[in-house]
């Protein structure tokens, strides 16, 4: 028997009505417990791709695949999705914005609101359990749908950019606990971001992503030498400068690849 991938796309293409062709031809894969990231440059179609991956959007063709089974155009309940806007209901208070996966799954509102209780603390949250979306900030309104995405326990997390409003300190914090989080849980984690800074930190794999149309243009086994999954340590790896700058290069590559189109 063969181990299924906790995420498999195959030839996925997409336009949006008779616009351009947005993203062609993608073909990827993430390992069961494995950190994959998407970089690339603004309009490459990286949200077009999740909303694909996760089910709320249909490719014009191609597959998605979720532990071995077809899910093309409808949700899978084993992902987690953290968009890139927040999208919190603003008539809702933050406890009940986070306990509102859980209530999708049928758990009762004690039993949620223990299991997110557990959480404020570490995302920096507690005492806001009653303030509504609009008394916070960005920042913490950001870690209110990490939550929320975080209580319901997924074995599959998609990432949308979603520590780009948060200051460098809280954001180092928070990934942290991330990889601790998913290392030790085996948690699948599959990551969009501008910062290639961020994804050789973070990742076990990187596809780096071109526009116009969306294309893979290469894909970066990242290995550090190190075992340890703390962010410090694997930031001051010596081989970090060499992935930084392969996908540095790489990135440069595509852009140019789109302006002699
Ligand atoms: N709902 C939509 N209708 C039409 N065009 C869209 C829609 N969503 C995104 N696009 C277009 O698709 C391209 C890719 O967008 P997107 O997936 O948001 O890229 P990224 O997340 O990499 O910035 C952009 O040109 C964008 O304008
Ligand atoms: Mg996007």
Redesign the pocket.
Known sequence: MTMSHAIEVHGVSKR?GD?PL?LDGIDFYARSGEFVSFV?P???????LFNIVTGLLAPSSGRVLVNGVETTGSPSRSIGYVLQKDLLMPWRTIMRNVILGLEVHRVGRAEARRRASALFDAYHLTGHEDAYPGQLSGGMRQRAALMRTMVTDPDIILMDEAYKALDYPLKIQLESELMDTVKAAGKTVVFVTHDIEEAVTLSDRVYVLKAHPGQLVQEIEIDLGTDSHAINERRLASAFNDYYETIWRSIGAGGRTEVAA
Do not use: A, I
Not at 42 to 48: A, E, H, I, P, Q
């Open positions: 949006y616009g947005v690339g603004s309009g490459c179609g990286k949200s077009t």
